[in-house]
């Protein structure tokens, strides 16, 4: 069974920096696209970062130059290392497996305030 487990969450003040780290079991980690997400109280959830098996990435405009999203295959791990951080990045960070029938994280908060 695959799972997918996120840390690295927390409490940080505007401008400081946090790192994601999501842990995935499987055999086939290598071969997927990873996906982070995030979801705030009221809004719908929103992709945020893409990396495909070759390392190619995306990002939405809302945090394009601010994060960046990172494989290490041998450690079956995907990160997101988010700088300068605002307090509309507060949300909810979950990671996404997308092979198969695709696998959820359970989320990891991040709250950004003063």
């Known amino acids: 069974q695959v799972q997918v487990v996120e840390s690295g969450g927390g409490l940080v003040q505007p401008g400081g920096s946090l790192r994601l780290s999501c842990a995935v079991s499987?055999?086939?980690?290598?071969?997927?696209?990873m996906e982070w997400y995030r979801r705030s109280p009221g809004k719908q959830r929103e992709l945020v970062a893409t990396?495909?098996?070759?390392?190619?990435?995306n990002y939405a405009a809302s945090v394009k130059g601010r994060f960046t999203i990172s494989r290490d295959n041998a450690k079956n791990t995907v990160y997101l290392q988010m700088n300068s951080l605002k307090p509309e990045d507060t949300a909810v960070y979950s990671c996404?497996?997308?092979w198969g029938r695709g696998y959820w994280g359970q989320g990891t908060q991040v709250t950004v305030s003063s």
């Open positions: 996404y497996a997308a």
């Open positions: 499987g055999s086939s980690f290598s071969r997927s696209v």
């Open positions: 990396i495909t098996d070759r390392g190619s990435t």
